[in-house]
């Protein structure tokens, strides 16, 4: 893969390292969209819920069911037919009371788990504007000048002295990353207990599907080098930030390794355990295999700050640092943000919950990080 020709075809494989979150901005309702049974969450099927539960054998309306939301029609032995629900996950939230949430992880209209593409291409475009950060800006040029008001294209003009000055001729169109499809309808999913985790402990509970450890999926990977050529090259036409696609593995691995190393520092406190630290370490370890192709990404919910486009760059910036914090309102700390502190603070890790051994009281600890990837290509075919 050190020599593409202008256009290539790779295959794609996806491996779940940490438990994985994209969201659908929904969520479900306990009792509505969902019940809980030994230990299992059940995505209801309404409908067929409703059949057969509201209607008699004469095709009219049981009213006095109707009164109860539909998982509250189901008795224990229910929860052994199939045919009632959608599919069953591993795994159920702290909260009981009906009408409690879970945010729902995107799936297909059969609930078949997948990685949307742009999801995978927005993490490897953070990596890539990291990796050409100082090739592209200038030297002293970042000032407050250069940021837009808000918050959510603050950093569109660093964006474009990098990938190029609008859509027509923005580098990444020439990188086309399929969505990734995983393993059978309602397959490699869990139900996942998070929660904000701080140096004083954590806070804000929440719970959501993920899927689940070591799930895999696949699906390709396009380079159209021509169309780099074509575009890129008559804004910077100094420039030859293509090679950043031809050196896509090593680029976005040294990204990694920075965020690792971020996020080492950031965890490095009683507070948050011993089991994320040595997630960190794991992560580390397999970054020292460095064959070609292989990548380790985070993607979805919990990447945070560090998966921002610009977010790891701007801690060697101490002052531009400090004001985008203040000026965006990106700090909720009680006292001001101080100029090289560690930001952020705070970091969304999975819960472990046990019983213990001799008071029977269920015991919290931090565990994973989320959303950690290891991403494989190869070489399928030539356009």
């Not at 009164?67 to 599919?87: M, T, V």
């Not at 074509?230 to 031809?246: E, I, V």
Request: glycine content about 8%; overall charge positive; aromatic content about 8%.
């Amino acid at each position: 893969m050190d020599h593409f020709s202008q256009r290539r075809i790779y295959t794609m494989s996806v491996q779940v390292i940490t438990p994985l979150h994209i969201g659908t901005g929904q969520e479900l309702m306990r009792d509505i969209d969902y019940a809980v049974h030994n230990g299992q969450t059940y995505r209801l099927d309404v409908d067929r819920i409703m059949e057969d539960f509201l209607i008699d054998e004469g095709g009219q309306l049981r009213t006095r069911q109707m009164e109860s939301p539909p998982g509250q029609l189901l008795q224990a032995a229910d929860f052994a037919n199939p045919a009632y629900f959608r599919y069953a996950i591993k795994g159920e939230p702290r909260a009981t009371a009906t009408g409690s949430k879970i945010k729902e992880c995107i799936k297909t209209h059969d609930d078949r788990a997948y990685i949307p593409g742009s999801s995978i291409k927005g993490a490897l475009r953070t990596a890539l504007a990291w990796a050409g950060w100082e090739q592209v800006t200038r030297k002293g040029a970042l000032d407050k000048s250069r940021f837009k008001p808000s918050r959510n294209w603050a950093g569109n003009s660093l964006e474009q002295d990098i990938f190029g000055r609008g859509p027509n001729y923005d580098l990444l169109r020439a990188l086309i990353v399929n969505d990734a499809f995983g393993p059978a309808p309602g397959e490699g999913l869990q139900l996942s207990n998070v929660a904000v985790h701080t140096r004083g402990g954590p806070q804000a509970p929440i719970e959501i599907e993920t899927v689940a450890v070591n799930t895999r999926f696949s699906g390709r990977l396009v380079l159209d080098l021509d169309l780099a050529d074509k575009f890129y090259s008559r804004a910077f036409p100094a420039h030859t930030p293509w090679d950043w696609l031809r050196q896509l593995s090593q680029r976005v691995n040294a990204h990694t390794r920075q965020q690792l190393a971020d996020l080492s520092r950031s965890l490095d406190h009683p507070a948050f355990g011993e089991r994320p630290r040595e997630m960190v370490q794991k992560l580390e370890e397999l970054m020292q295999n460095e064959a070609e192709g292989r990548m380790i990404l985070q993607l979805g919910f919990g990447g945070g700050w560090d998966s921002k486009t610009f977010g790891i760059r701007l801690h060697q910036e101490n002052a531009i640092m400090s004001w985008v914090v203040q000026n965006y309102r990106l700090y909720k700390g009680k006292s001001a943000y101080k100029p090289g502190a560690p930001f952020p603070s705070s970091r969304r890790l999975t819960v472990t919950r046990r019983r213990h051994a001799q008071t029977g009281e269920i015991v919290s600890a931090p565990g994973l990080p989320l959303g950690w990837v290891l991403v494989k290509l190869g070489e399928k075919a030539e356009a």
